[in-house]
């Protein structure tokens, strides 16, 4: 991709947001493909990789070679695919192992999703700076000197944010039940 259709993406040009997606979506449909086995799966990893990159496309460095930069998000993007899918079959057969009678009144991605959609809520009410450190560490999956640097503060500052978010995501979700307090240790944590 030449550097002038990048410069004008950069710049919130939708023609210039186009070419690259043309250039492109097949080619990390594909990749995509290859590593998930699943096509709707593989449309859908490349449609999030589209989505964030149009949202962060004031962040795109022009001087960086495009192609590793793209393909690099894809693989980031199916990365934390995988480990989102391996996180919900723990915490699924760990709920099936130890509370097998929750599981016989319902579907263990049924619970899943709840206890998701819990930490999510519980994660919302977070103090706006302690929030956004938590995101960038366990969701972004950022180091402490990758925030610190990013949000311009220091590391210590940085670890007690996250110190002080999962002491009361433990504490909100142990609250809850049993399997929250279950979720919060094998997703949040």
């Known amino acids: 991709m030449d550097e ?4 004008r993406f950069k710049e919130g040009d939708a023609e210039a947001f186009d070419l ?3 250039q492109y979506a097949k080619k990390m449909y594909y990749f995509a493909l290859g ?3 699943d096509e709707e799966t593989s449309k859908d990893l490349v449609q999030e990789v589209f989505i964030n990159l149009w949202e962060k496309k004031e962040l ?3 001087n960086l070679n495009f192609d590793n930069y793209i393909f690099t998000i894809v693989y980031n993007t199916i990365r934390k695919f995988f480990r989102k899918k391996a996180i919900e079959t723990k915490v699924i057969d760990h709920i099936t192992k130890n509370s097998p009678e929750i599981i016989k009144s319902s579907d263990g991605t049924l619970i899943y999703n709840e206890l998701l959609e819990i930490a999510s809520n519980t994660i919302e009410k977070l103090p706006p700076q302690r929030k956004k450190v938590y995101k960038l560490s366990k969701q972004e999956g950022m180091k402490i000197k990758e925030i610190a640097d990013k949000l311009n503060i220091s590391h210590r500052t940085v670890e007690n944010h996250l110190a002080r978010a999962l002491k009361y995501l433990k504490e909100e ?3 809850i039940s049993l399997q929250a307090l279950i979720f919060f240790h094998l997703f949040l944590t």
Do not use: E, P, S
């Open 173 to 175: 979700l142990a609250g």
């Open 35 to 37: 590593l998930v086995k």
């Open 20 to 22: 690259i997606y043309h």
């Open 60 to 62: 795109v460095n022009t």
């Open 4 to 7: 002038k259709t990048i410069r």
